[in-house]
């Protein structure tokens, strides 16, 4: 009985109830899309952030301090994917001697490296010039000596005797910036910029090189431990990303206490992330909110539209001896249905939106926001429907609902045309912010930002 009977109202009243899909679909579909934009964005955020960043952690160790149980430290506090020490020295300068004259730098610091390491942390070193295999001299320190591979350079240690070395390749250290930041210095009085004179050799050549100066000066002769975190475990969301690295950084912190000193890169690159990030949810509390909620505005319009016609078949029914309850039935039937199928198209196209526009590589993080969305737009069509048939039903009478619909009265807007002078306004104001046109001003300085569209 039911089933002809909503078969037959369908049928009769398609336009109408297609109006009313579409105007729960729209708001349901935007409400949606803007809650997957703003995972997506955020996602997006985090992911790239900390792609290409070379080394997580950098750890500085105290002389004296046992390598085996700083990294014990490590491991507990974090997981890593790769680890690797590097020895930093610091040197009273290089010299070398080309085509008959000699080239002084001023200090310098040289790097010993693993043979692996740049396969560990890709992008730290490129090479421009020569061979991996050997010393390694970088681009300005080859420019300041005038020096290419083949040639020799002479290394001026700290209390010691020169030591030369024949250069095998020129490389680029494109983080030289992280790569030679001062660890556990206050910012006041750590260096403003990495050194110009640099130069890397296998790390068994640059202990002996520099064994004598470690004993003599260990203050020249530092080890850090460079370490790149499992980054599959931090949330998608940049600021939950920046707690957790923030709180393995203090649990590593904690651990080594006295032994050796931290640069949490990856909390800092996130730390700068997560504003833009609260900058989408300000754009989606600004922006997206009153979009939807004119949206729900307009499906209650839709909704309210039908009143004269619910009013006059309730009038009919009851003339035939419906109960109340039977006509709140066939009403929650009715908005059942369109509240379904229009929370269903717009969760559909909110999807698609997901996928397409905003590039989502997982769509499971955005499920929840649109299981939520879905259980709102549903709910309101429900009651957008159901609360005025129930106000219908319950206050007014046959005799009321038939003299209403004998003289129909124009609503007072309907009368001024208050909708057509709303959207004349509208217009106008559009037009005049619109001519003012928009530029955007960009730093000459090249300073890298994230961008939200």
Do not use: C
């Amino acid at each position: 009985m039911i089933r002809f009977w909503l078969k037959g109202f369908f049928a009769a009243h398609f336009g109408r109830l297609a109006a009313a899909v579409v105007g729960l679909a729209l708001p349901v579909a935007l409400l949606g899309s803007l809650g997957a934009f703003i995972v997506a964005s955020s996602e997006s955020m985090a992911r790239r952030a900390v792609a290409n960043l070379p080394a997580d952690w950098q750890v500085l160790l105290v002389p004296g301090a046992d390598e085996a149980t700083v990294i014990d430290a490590i491991g507990n506090a974090a997981r890593y994917e790769n680890l690797q020490s590097a020895g930093y020295a610091d040197t009273e300068g290089f010299s070398a001697i080309t085509r008959g004259t000699t080239q002084t730098t001023g200090p310098g610091k040289v790097l010993g490296l693993e043979t692996d390491y740049r396969q560990l942390f890709p992008g730290q070193i490129q090479l421009n010039l020569g061979s991996w295999d050997g010393v390694l001299i970088a681009a300005q320190t080859a420019a300041n000596l005038h020096v290419a591979p083949g040639d020799t350079v002479t290394i001026r240690l700290v209390g010691g005797s020169p030591v030369d070395v024949r250069i095998a390749g020129v490389v680029a250290l494109p983080n030289a910036d992280s790569m030679f930041q001062a660890i556990g210095v206050s910012k006041n009085i750590a260096p403003q910029a990495p050194p110009d004179n640099v130069l890397l050799m296998p790390m068994s050549e640059w202990r002996t090189v520099f064994a004598q100066q470690a004993s003599a000066r260990p203050d020249t002769v530092r080890t850090q431990i460079h370490v790149r975190l499992d980054h599959a475990v931090l949330p998608p969301d940049p600021s939950a990303a920046f707690v957790q690295a923030q709180r393995a950084a203090n649990d590593f912190e904690a651990r080594v206490a006295g032994s050796a000193a931290l640069a949490d890169n990856l909390a800092a690159r996130l730390d700068a992330v997560r504003a833009d990030s609260l900058y989408v949810r300000v754009l989606f509390l600004f922006l997206g909110i009153p979009g939807a909620i004119l949206a729900l505005l307009v499906t209650l319009a839709v909704a309210s539209s039908g009143s004269e016609r619910r009013r006059r078949e309730q009038a009919l029914l009851r003339l035939r001896g419906a109960s109340l309850l039977q006509l709140l039935r066939l009403a929650a039937i009715e908005a059942a249905a369109v509240a379904g199928l229009g929370t269903v198209i717009g969760l559909l196209l909110a999807a698609v939106v997901a996928v397409t526009w905003w590039r989502s590589q997982n769509l499971g993080l955005v499920m929840p926001w649109l299981v939520l969305v879905g259980a709102v737009g549903l709910g309101f069509g429900i009651a957008a429907s159901l609360v005025p048939a129930w106000m219908d039903a319950t206050g007014t009478s046959i005799a009321a609902a038939r003299a209403e619909m004998d003289r129909p009265v124009p609503s007072l807007w309907q009368r001024l045309y208050l909708d057509v002078v709303i959207l004349g306004a509208g217009g106008v104001v559009f037009w005049m912010v619109a001519r003012t046109g928009y530029e955007i001003v960009l730093a000459s300085e090249g300073i890298a930002q994230t961008s939200v569209h």
